[in-house]
Nanobody
Framework: QVQLVESGGGLVQPGGSLRLSCRAS????????MGWYRQAPGKERELVAR??????NYADSVKGRFTISRDIAENTVYLQMNSLKPEDTAVYYCNANWLGIEFWGKGTLVIVSS
């Protein structure tokens, strides 16, 4: 199985940047893909970005502003968030697909506000 720990959230002004990190531990050699989801107050959890062995996907709302990357040697996935907007405020969750099973981190809070 897999354990995921996120870091890097916080308070940032509109237009600012943050970099989220998620380190995986456990049976990481069987992870197929990793990604970031977010859940804003009163809304459902939604995909932000996902990276697999052959493809990378982004939500339309973050294309051109967010970049997902993965360091396989360090078992870490990153989310570089630029040009942040108030509507990006949410709890961001790391996700890993391990042999078809989805694992989740506990989340890190991002607040975009002046």
């Amino acid at each position: 199985q897999v354990q995921l720990v996120e870091s890097g959230g916080g308070l940032v002004q509109p237009g600012g940047s943050l970099r989220l990190s998620c380190r995986a531990s456990g049976s990481t050699f069987s992870i197929n893909a990793m990604g970031w989801y977010r859940q804003a107050p009163g809304k459902e959890r939604e995909l932000v970005a996902r990276i697999g062995s052959e493809s990378t996907n982004y939500a339309d709302s973050v294309k051109g502003r967010f970049t997902i990357s993965r360091d396989i040697a360090e078992n870490t996935v990153y989310l570089q968030m630029n040009s942040l907007k108030p509507e990006d405020t949410a709890v961001y969750y790391c996700n890993a697909n391990w042999l078809g099973i989805e694992f989740w981190g506990k989340g890190t809070l991002v607040i975009v506000s002046s």
